[in-house]
């Protein structure tokens, strides 16, 4: 079967960042795949919204550092439409802590999610946009892993690994018509900052506040439109002047 609209697989859609690019890339036209590893009920609360608004859209559960799970769920979204023309890898996790206390899980499980994810999902949907010579995939990336953070070494190096990736695979791909870029946020108002002591982080940041996780979406929608055909291998931040 072959869907003639275009189809963009989200994953973390369920919140926060992931949340924004699904409804910014439904407001375009496009039928977004929402993916999330366990928070099924709030994708379905995200479908809604993209179908009052006159969307249409699904929801797609696995867990991205699952390679095997990943993998089955790209085959069985190829054999319901056909192709993706647009990945967003942008579910990721944190977990916070001074090195010297951080156990081997606690770097693991950030590294799988974050960037062993980008492998998981990204792989077996390149062939597909290899052979239609067309395809953009944008990856989720963070200040962090421009600039590193104390107590986030395990996710600086997962994110910075990620900004590597985007370059590396950016270069493999071009001459087929896929461009591969990414977004760095900075501090987004988003689940992410709980926890942290935002009152000082907000006088770190040179505009004065907070990033809206729309602030983020709309770098991202650019990156998909055809104005951003000659765009590629590049990082874009949304920090507010942070770095």
Known sequence: MTD???IALVTGASRGIGRAVALALAE??????????AGVDAAAEVLRTVEQAGGTGEVVPFDVADCAAAEQAV????ARHGHVDILVNNAGVRNDMLMV??????WQKVLDTNLTGFYAVTRPLLKSMLLRRSGRIVNMTSTAGQSGMPGQVNYSAAK??????????????????????AVAPGFIDT???RGLPVEEIVKTVPLGRLGRPE???????????????YITGQVIGVNGGVY
């Open 191 to 193: 689940d992410m900052l």
């Open 28 to 37: 375009t036209g496009r039928h977004v795949l929402l993916n999330c590893r």
């Open 160 to 181: 910075a690994g990620l900004i590597g990736a985007t370059r590396a695979l950016a270069r493999e791909v071009a001459k087929r018509g896929v461009t591969v870029n």
């Open 75 to 78: 085959e069985g979204i190829l």
């Open 215 to 229: 602030e983020v979406a709309a770098a991202v929608v650019f990156l998909c439109s055809p104005l951003a055909a």
């Open 101 to 106: 206390w951080m156990q081997p899980p606690d």
């Open 4 to 6: 003639d609209r275009q």
